[in-house]
């Protein structure tokens, strides 16, 4: 029987990704923190990388000679391996945003546990809330359903409900090949609206498959440079706890509208 399948067997899960952006960009003083992150996470993150900025001129030189530059601090990544050397988690400081990356999940509460963690931690070991506050979080939640059986037989009719509120119905005639992209805002707590955006696509390559990649983007009311106030709240400020349950919720609402019952029954979630 043709179907399709979900991508590690009891969920769909490629990558859920859960990140919080400061307001400006990280410099050269979280290198001075660096050593201490590496060690504090060596368990966790056995596998440490830093990431180098560079300076690239381009075009014609100047008259007079420039001062030497060289390669300045930008940011770090922390890896936890599988046995087939491929990552199983990452924690990356790049930019202006901390991300955490999963790439094996087991259940949102204990996912959720560990980002938490995660973030407390290493907020607190490079100390730059103070001067640079955060003013967004991003959940992203990455799924994919392997085609079994027949190539030309695949289509967006095995795995989606009829009409779903997410997708042009022009996909469902479109055999095996096909992409679908869309943005819009909506309230995620309180009265805030944060802004999501969902790409779904059917490929042939590396395998016959469907991902469903959805992202959400939370814009706080004011930035926030207390650690406290990020994770327990505050008056007019939910905290990320919060913030990351609803944007979860919201996540698992589009799954159940896209989704027919049987995969949802697979997977675990109720329609």
């Excluded at 400061?22 to 590496?38: C, H, L, P, T, Y």
């Excluded at 690239?56 to 390669?71: D, E, M």
């Excluded at 094996?104 to 070991?125: G, M």
Aim: with cysteine; glycine share 6%.
């Amino acid at each position: 029987m043709a179907e399709y399948l979900p991508f590690a067997g009891k969920n769909a899960i490629v990558e859920m990704a859960v990140g919080i952006q400061f307001q400006s960009q990280f410099d050269s003083r979280i290198g001075a923190a660096v050593e201490v992150i590496k060690s504090d996470f060596a368990k966790d993150f056995p596998k440490f990388e830093p990431l180098q900025q560079f300076t690239l001129n381009i075009g014609a030189p100047f008259p007079f000679p420039a001062a030497p530059s060289s390669p300045g601090f930008a940011g770090f990544i922390l890896t936890r391996v599988k046995p087939d050397s491929s990552p199983a988690r990452i924690l990356r400081a790049m930019g202006n945003t901390v991300s955490i990356h999963f790439m094996e999940y087991d259940s949102w509460q204990q996912t959720k546990s560990k980002a938490i963690d995660y973030f407390d931690r290493c907020f607190r070991l490079m100390g730059v809330m103070a001067e640079n506050p955060v003013v967004a979080v991003f959940m992203r939640y990455i799924d994919r359903f392997t085609f079994d059986g027949d190539l030309q037989a695949a289509s967006a009719g095995l795995l989606f409900r009829e009409n779903p509120t997410f997708l042009p119905s022009v996909i469902f005639n479109s055999g095996n090949l096909w992409h679908s992209n869309s943005g819009w805002y909506e309230v995620l707590i309180g009265e805030m609206k944060a802004l999501n955006n969902l790409s779904v696509m059917g490929v042939l390559q590396p395998t016959p498959s469907i991902t469903v990649d959805h992202t959400n983007v939370y814009s706080l009311p004011k930035p926030c440079n207390s650690s406290v106030e990020l994770f327990d709240g505050a008056q007019n400020q939910h905290s990320v706890i919060a913030i990351l349950d609803r944007q979860h919720l919201a996540n698992t609402i589009i799954l159940k509208n896209l989704l027919n019952q049987t995969m949802l029954d697979t997977i675990g979630l109720k329609g």
